[in-house]
């Protein structure tokens, strides 16, 4: 089965580089996606759209609700690439980091709130080997996918250059 679909190759990302190196204290601003997942930990986190819930201690995997972040109007050009793709639907929004050499971790997204929703990556910067089962590609910048994230997945960045990727979620 085919876990991994390439959408397009070639977005021009310049835009969202640069709006996302002028920023760049933004990474350290929210570390709970990596203090609180252990596949996450060798990510850095800028979240645009996320989980909200009047119950502080709400489990994300089961909400439905979500809401941009104070961050959101600092990244026009990400959302407007995002936008231009999938115009509605959109649910949580993050700018993710991963060093050289670093990996996220084996793992499956799991809760009702991922059976009502795709997950894409726009990769921005770097290369990386993405894997979903035994579906394996090499992701370069420029490069929207969409992928099964209900199924055991992983990335490793086997480049000299921070991998970033925009990740979001798009109601089925």
Known sequence: MNNIAIITRDIDVSAI????????ENWLLDTKRQDRLYEQTNTETINLVKSWSPTPLADHRNNHQYKPTNLYDLYPETMKAVNRYFPAGISRVAIVKLKPGKQVFPHVDDGEYYKARHRYHLAITGSYLYTVEDDRRQINPG???WFNNKRVHSSYNN????RISVIFDVEI
């Open 17 to 24: 580089v640069k709006e996302i190196n002028s920023q760049p």
């Open 143 to 145: 490069t929207l996918m």
């Open 159 to 162: 480049t000299a250059e921070d």
